[in-house]
């Protein structure tokens, strides 16, 4: 049940680096404030994720991020019954320790999970702010504080795997895309401790490929791509070969698609 989990405490001091581009943050605390929950709209890799981690060390919330799957059912959110020495007991999970604490819980890639999953969200979502646990016969109150977030590509989702209108227009949504290109280049060297007018070349040769989505790609080269880029080669690895391996070879398996890539990095560094 935690395979796909991870929990992180902190406070301001430690908020993993994150550099706003408009009133992402101010929104973010506002609907905070007025316990209403989040849907994050975006690309893959474009910095939803780090955002909330960001967000919620700043608010000094504890932080369950559960990254969503095919498997994933309510039953892994909520809890089960497990035996531990002998006995049957039962083991809350991520969703049900958000609620009890007053935590936040992301739910990365909300539209990959299990259909039963959005039923599950339904009643945390509205003024009830409960948590039904059918098994216990529980219903559990939110705690003061807590929040619930989700995210999800619009881009990637198809008719099978997409959010309902009516679980949509439960949340307050925030849509995210690629930084401007001086703000990611920032952002790359900032991260890498790459100069940022290299960061900047390697940010241009993104935009390139990012234009390639939806005709010789699936997707677009993620900003998280880009910093490994910048940071093989801050550690001596020469450009070309840090380019294919960070930003060429994960974004696609088919040998004349890199080959066209590849040319196009000659044509951007020469």
Same mark, same amino acid.
């Given at each position: @049940?935690?395979?796909?989990?991870?929990?992180?405490?902190?406070?301001?001091?430690?908020?993993?680096?994150?550099?706003?581009?408009?009133?992402?943050?101010?929104?973010?605390?506002?609907?905070?404030?007025?316990?209403?929950?989040?849907?994050?709209?975006?690309?893959?890799?474009?910095?939803?994720?780090?955002?909330?981690?960001?967000?919620?060390?700043?608010?000094?919330?504890?932080?369950?991020?559960?990254?969503?799957?095919?498997?994933?059912?309510?039953?892994?959110?909520?809890?089960?019954?497990?035996?531990?020495?002998?006995?049957?007991?039962?083991?809350?999970?991520?969703?049900?320790?958000?609620?009890?604490?007053?935590?936040?819980?992301?739910?990365?890639?909300?539209?990959?999970?299990?259909?039963?999953?959005?039923?599950?969200?339904?009643?945390?979502?509205?003024?009830?702010?409960?948590?039904?646990?059918?098994?216990?016969?529980?219903?559990?109150?939110?705690?003061?504080?807590? @929040?619930?977030?989700?995210?999800?590509?619009?881009?990637?989702?198809?008719?099978?795997?997409?959010?309902?209108?009516?679980?949509?227009?439960?949340?307050?949504?925030?849509?995210?895309?690629?930084?401007?290109?001086?703000?990611?280049?920032?952002?790359?060297?900032?991260?890498?401790?790459?100069?940022?007018?290299?960061?900047?070349?390697?940010?241009?040769?993104?935009?390139?490929?990012?234009?390639?989505?939806?005709?010789?790609?699936?997707?677009?080269?993620?900003?998280?791509?880009?910093?490994?880029?910048?940071?093989?080669?801050?550690?001596? @690895?020469?450009?070309?070969?840090?380019?294919?391996?960070?930003?060429?070879?994960?974004?696609?398996?088919?040998?004349?698609?890199?080959?066209?890539?590849?040319?196009?990095?000659?044509?951007?560094?020469?």
């Amino acid at each position: @049940m935690d395979g796909n989990l991870t929990l992180k405490q902190g406070g301001a001091a430690d908020a993993p680096f994150y550099l706003a581009q408009g009133g992402e943050c101010a929104l973010f605390e506002a609907a905070s404030a007025n316990d209403l929950p989040v849907l994050l709209k975006g690309p893959t890799g474009c910095g939803k994720t780090r955002f909330v981690a960001h967000m919620a060390a700043k608010l000094g919330r504890p932080l369950y991020t559960v990254a969503c799957h095919d498997d994933l059912s309510a039953a892994d959110l909520i809890g089960r019954y497990l035996l531990k020495g002998g006995e049957t007991v039962w083991v809350d999970g991520p969703l049900t320790r958000a609620v009890r604490e007053g935590a936040i819980c992301y739910l990365d890639e909300v539209v990959e999970a299990r259909k039963d999953v959005t039923v599950v969200l339904h009643p945390l979502t509205d003024d009830r702010r409960i948590l039904p646990i059918d098994r216990t016969g529980e219903e559990l109150e939110a705690a003061p504080g807590f @929040m619930l977030v989700a995210s999800y590509n619009p881009g990637y989702q198809n008719i099978l795997k997409t959010l309902k209108p009516s679980t949509r227009q439960r949340f307050v949504a925030m849509e995210f895309d690629f930084p401007a290109p001086d703000l990611e280049a920032r952002i790359v060297a900032l991260e890498s401790g790459l100069s940022e007018e290299r960061a900047a070349a390697l940010v241009r040769l993104a935009g390139k490929l990012r234009a390639l989505k939806g005709q010789d790609l699936e997707e677009g080269v993620s900003t998280r791509l880009v910093i490994y880029a910048a940071s093989l080669i801050v550690t001596g @690895m020469p450009i070309e070969r840090a380019i294919e391996a960070a930003m060429i070879q994960p974004l696609t398996d088919d040998a004349d698609i890199k080959r066209g890539l590849l040319d196009l990095v000659t044509v951007v560094f020469g």
